[in-house]
């Protein structure tokens, strides 16, 4: 009887948002898309992944968030900028990114070592959602591996009617 309650509660006590496999796959996923291969073409500032991730797991068309849903995943991507660090170091440790210091922004910059990641981990018919998702990222609010952090807050959320600070 307690083995179930113990089950029980560990199920309720579940958060998807702040799963390492969520965010692992959903970290990978976005990597790949923007082509975040090798050190020349690294992802600058993983703290934009923070922002990024939530719109990529979900069903809404990035245009359809309303300026409440949006404060919210702006506030929860505060959060997850901690997860993301923690789960950098495991993925680096494992051989499955690269990483460098960027110095300008006192951050990290990431990239995939493709070669360590299984062939199909990639294959779009698991991730299609995922993969559609970014591709529309990409365009509507010109996301890529080089923008700035603010650049990329002020197309997703200021100029949304989203309050922010300063990152």
């Not at 698991?126 to 996301?143: G, P, T, W």
Request: aromatic content about 12%; some cysteine; hydrophobic content about 40%.
């Amino acid at each position: 009887m307690n083995k179930n309650r113990k089950s029980a509660k560990k199920r309720m006590m579940f958060i998807q948002r702040e799963d390492y496999n969520f965010l692992t796959y959903n970290f990978l996923i976005l990597l790949n898309e923007l082509n975040c291969v090798n050190e020349d073409k690294r992802f600058n500032d993983f703290r934009k992944i923070a922002y990024l991730i939530e719109f990529i797991s979900n069903d809404i068309d990035i245009e359809k968030y309303t300026e409440i849903e949006l404060s919210n995943i702006y506030l929860r991507a505060q959060l997850k900028k901690k997860l993301l660090s923690h789960l950098i170091i495991t993925l680096k440790n494992k051989q499955y990114l690269g990483i460098s210091l960027n110095t300008t922004h006192r951050t990290l910059d990431v990239w995939i070592n493709k070669e360590k990641i299984p062939d199909d981990f990639f294959n779009s018919k698991y991730f299609f959602q995922e993969i559609s998702n970014i591709q529309k990222l990409k365009k509507f609010a010109r996301v890529s591996s080089k923008q700035k952090l603010k650049t990329m807050i002020d197309n997703l959320y200021t100029n949304r009617g989203v309050l922010t600070w300063e990152v």
